[in-house]
């Protein structure tokens, strides 16, 4: 086994596992993608660390044990189809792919979505679709979806996330000001109505855009 298999084991075990993620198809997932080559090459040996790293045009890429968290709160099966916000390195893309069906991702900075696809066919995530765009719109065309996750902190949570949504489906999204949010989720329970619960306390990136928050 390699060192980096080695450390990957280990921050499943320690930092996932060991703070509540039980969904063994989430943990089996984060066992399997090679973070380390998600971040820049001279941060790989931090890629398994105990916290987010930073991944260039000032974004990051989140902290495992969020990303298990925030997948696990999708409560995916395997034949849904899934809308991500804020695409970033391709790491939370790349979980979601072998959580589901069809993954969907957006990113608003070139450059991120240039290199995240670069890594995500390298690593054999070919089937998951990245455009370029202002992701507070959502995918409208390729909506409904059964679930949606949000990788950036919104002031509300964007109409066209709601009307995107499956019913039946669920929303993540971090919901707050710029320095700090609550992770909410939000099943579509029917066309109308929507139930929402605060999970717990978190700090994310602004997300940017028309229905999100203007660039400083």
């Known amino acids: 086994m390699s060192d980096y298999a080695i450390a990957r084991r280990r921050m499943v075990e320690e930092q996932v596992v060991a703070r509540g ?48 968290v925030m997948s696990e709160a999708l409560q995916l099966t395997g034949g849904e189809k899934v809308l991500e916000i804020g695409t970033g390195s391709g790491y939370q893309a790349a979980v979601l792919a072998l959580l589901a069906r069809q993954v969907f991702s957006l990113e608003r900075i070139p450059a991120l979505a240039r290199q995240a696809r670069r890594i995500l066919d390298a690593c054999g995530f070919a089937r998951v679709n990245v455009r370029v765009t202002d992701g507070t719109f959502g995918w409208e065309d390729e909506a409904p979806f059964d679930g949606i996750i949000v990788t950036a902190g919104a002031p509300s949570i964007p109409q066209s996330y709601r009307t995107q949504l499956a019913v039946g489906g669920r929303l993540v999204i971090p919901v707050g000001d710029r320095v700090s949010q609550v992770l909410m989720r939000v099943t579509r329970v029917s066309e109308r109505d929507f139930r929402e619960e605060r999970l717990f306390g978190c700090r994310f990136v602004p997300l940017i855009g028309n229905h999100g928050w203007s660039e400083e």
């Open 21 to 68: 993620v039980g969904d063994r198809r989430v943990i089996d997932a984060m066992l399997r993608v090679p973070r380390h080559l998600f971040v820049p090459e001279a941060l790989a040996a931090q890629a398994y660390s105990d916290f987010p790293l930073p991944i260039g045009e000032r974004q990051t890429i989140s902290q495992p044990y969020m990303v298990g």
